[in-house]
């Protein structure tokens, strides 16, 4: 986006091209005139080259300053993630270990309900004979 510095050169050098061949309109334009207006259109040239350069510059500047703003705020993120991943990481090995533990405890249990019904079922078949026996 151009200065305003620069817009004013630029209505400068479109007067100054205007007042230069006001009075001459029919009259042909020499070389000196022409040579005249060249270096007045390269200065200018020159002067919006130096602020194209200046702005590059700048905005190289910026952009380094916002890839390094950037470039910590995802380290920080990063971090962050890495903290959280890890807390439910845990979380679930954890809860993991906690089934783990629950799930060898059952063939016990079954054991034990099947062995409390065996020694419950001989008990009444022990007692139904012994209840035949005292009728026979």
């Known amino acids: 986006m151009p200065k305003p510095e620069s817009l ?3 209505h400068r050098l479109g ?3 205007n007042d230069q061949h006001e009075g001459r309109k029919d009259q042909p334009v020499t070389g000196a005139d022409l040579y ?3 270096v007045q259109l390269d200065s200018n040239f020159a002067s919006l080259r130096s602020e194209s350069v200046n702005l590059r510059t700048e ?3 910026e952009f380094k300053a916002l890839r390094t703003d950037m470039n ?3 380290k920080s993120v990063r971090a962050e993630m890495t ?3 890890a807390a439910v990481r845990s979380e679930m090995t954890e809860g993991f270990a906690a089934v783990r533990s629950e ?3 059952i063939p016990l249990r079954v054991a034990a309900w099947v062995a409390t019904t065996m020694i419950g079922l001989i008990g009444v ?3 139904i004979v012994a209840v035949v026996i005292v009728i026979v």
């Open 59 to 61: 905005m190289n500047a």
């Open 72 to 74: 910590a705020e995802f």
């Open 15 to 17: 007067g100054f091209v």
């Open 103 to 105: 799930m060898s405890r």
């Open 125 to 127: 078949v022990c007692a």
């Open 83 to 85: 903290e959280g991943f």
């Open 8 to 10: 004013n050169e630029l």
């Open 36 to 38: 005249n207006v060249a």
